[in-house]
């Protein structure tokens, strides 16, 4: 006997958001290789290792939007979906084959956003563009402009440290970004000072803004300008560090665990400069509105 199905069937049956794990499940298979390649190559670095964080910061963003997901569902969107997919599969081709991360990485988010539109149509890219826009942090940056802009900013955290130090009384002297300090010479590396560095807490600070949800885009602005120099200012905290812990136990503890330690102070120090930063708009934004 042949039954027939009735209209309504699968939406009653199946989870609304059954076509999305689906496409998860496709997408999770043709970017494993990616990833594995990744967690056993360039995020093993001391300047990529923020790429499995952020990563996982994007599969929550993206558990966590699944629910504005699936109400925005509209008509699909196939005059986009269609191009995008195509030039997804091109640089991922292009990207797996040639070795070319980047490329083989920003596929990911041309993928994505493809998969979506054909799900659910643009109506649903809403809540989904900060995952999509959080996912450039994924991406390797060439190592030309790293080091086009690392080296600038390794001289400026270093003269920043030696004159915090120099000023408090302590012995050092500075060549370029190599630091002497007492008996023991210090080369600020591109981990402790470099773009890289600069491009995780950036994030980290974004994540941030976008986790508190301000109605103000004036304050949302005003944050995201001065992660920048937050960013900055706690390198400077980590190479002081660095230098104190050389200078007081010796050459072995400023390379061992206490270098690893710093990293912690690193992100703990940006982090509490985002919540005063923030702290000190809101009071800002409140004397303005009772000067109004």
């Known amino acids: 006997m042949i039954r027939l199905i009735q209209p309504g069937f699968f939406s009653s049956k199946w989870p609304a958001s059954l076509p999305l794990l689906l496409a998860g499940a496709g997408l999770a298979v043709l970017y494993v290789p990616t990833i594995y390649d990744l967690m056993n190559g360039l995020w093993r670095s001391e300047q990529q290792g923020h790429g499995p964080i952020v990563l996982l910061i994007c599969i ?16 699909p969107e196939t005059g986009w979906a269609w191009p995008l997919l195509l030039l997804a599969c091109l640089m991922y081709m292009l990207g797996r084959s040639q070795g070319i991360l980047i490329l083989e990485v920003a596929s990911s988010i041309f993928m994505l956003t493809g998969c979506v539109l054909l799900l659910y149509g643009r109506g649903a890219l809403k809540p989904l563009w900060f995952v999509l826009f959080f996912m450039l942090f994924l991406l390797p940056l060439p190592m030309a402009m790293v080091d086009a802009i690392t080296l600038p900013m390794k001289t400026a955290v270093s003269w920043v440290a030696e004159n915090l130090l120099f000023a408090v009384g302590y012995p050092i002297a500075r060549t370029g970004v190599t630091l002497q300090i007492g008996s023991y010479q210090l080369l600020v590396a591109d981990a ?10 950036e994030a980290m600070g974004l994540l941030y803004l976008n986790v508190v949800r301000h109605a103000s885009l004036l304050r949302n602005i005003g944050l995201a300008i001065l992660i920048v120099p937050i960013s900055f200012f706690a390198n400077v905290i980590r190479v002081c560090v660095l230098i104190l812990i050389t200078y007081y136990f010796g050459d072995a503890a400023g390379q061992g665990f206490l270098h690893g330690f710093s990293g912690m102070v690193l992100f703990f120090a940006a982090f509490m400069m985002i919540i005063v930063a923030d702290s000190l708009l809101r009071i800002g934004g409140k004397v303005r509105s009772l000067d109004a």
């Not at 963003?61 to 509209?74: D, K, S, V």
């Not at 402790?192 to 807490?201: D, I, K, R």
């Open 60 to 75: 929550w963003l993206f558990w966590r939007a699944r629910r504005q997901l699936a109400e925005a569902q509209g008509m």
């Open 192 to 201: 402790c000072a470099g773009l890289q560095t600069l491009f995780t807490l």
